[in-house]
């Protein structure tokens, strides 16, 4: 079991930048990937961003030199987000793999097992 809690949501201005967190506890012995994903209404939940042990990250085409992420030792994840724009706006939610054999499915839901509650994020014009 892992339990993986975000923060860091909020508000900002087209433009502007957030960053979000992801504190992780449990089986991290066990983590292979983890990702930041999104949900808007009426849309289905996206990948935004995924990094694995190796600090191997990748990347939605949409968000690609615009949100890093990043992981501390203890597991600990991170979205900065910068040159925010409206279609940015959506819940955002931390989450972790099922193993090291779903690494193709990395940016997609299907790839992980646990999941936070998730932080709003909101980007106004």
């Known amino acids: 079991q892992v339990q993986l809690v975000e923060a860091g949501g909020g508000s900002a201005q087209t433009g502007g930048s957030l960053r979000l967190s992801c504190d992780v506890s449990?089986?991290?012995?066990?983590?292979?990937?983890m990702g930041w994903f999104r949900e808007s209404p009426g849309k289905e939940r996206e990948g935004v961003a995924c990094?694995?042990?190796?600090?191997?990250a990748n990347y939605k085409n949409s968000v690609k030199g615009r949100f890093t992420i990043s992981q501390a030792a203890n597991f600990s994840l991170y979205l900065q987000m910068t040159d925010l724009k409206p279609e940015d706006t959506a819940r955002y939610y931390c989450?972790?793999?099922?193993?090291?054999?779903?690494?193709?499915?990395?940016?997609?839901?299907?790839?992980?097992?646990?999941w936070g509650q998730g932080t709003q994020v909101s980007v106004s014009s």
């Open positions: 449990g089986d991290t012995n066990k983590i292979y990937f």
């Open positions: 990094i694995d042990r190796d600090g191997q």
């Open positions: 989450a972790s793999d099922r193993g090291p054999s779903w690494t193709l499915f990395r940016l997609r839901p299907k790839g992980y097992a646990y």
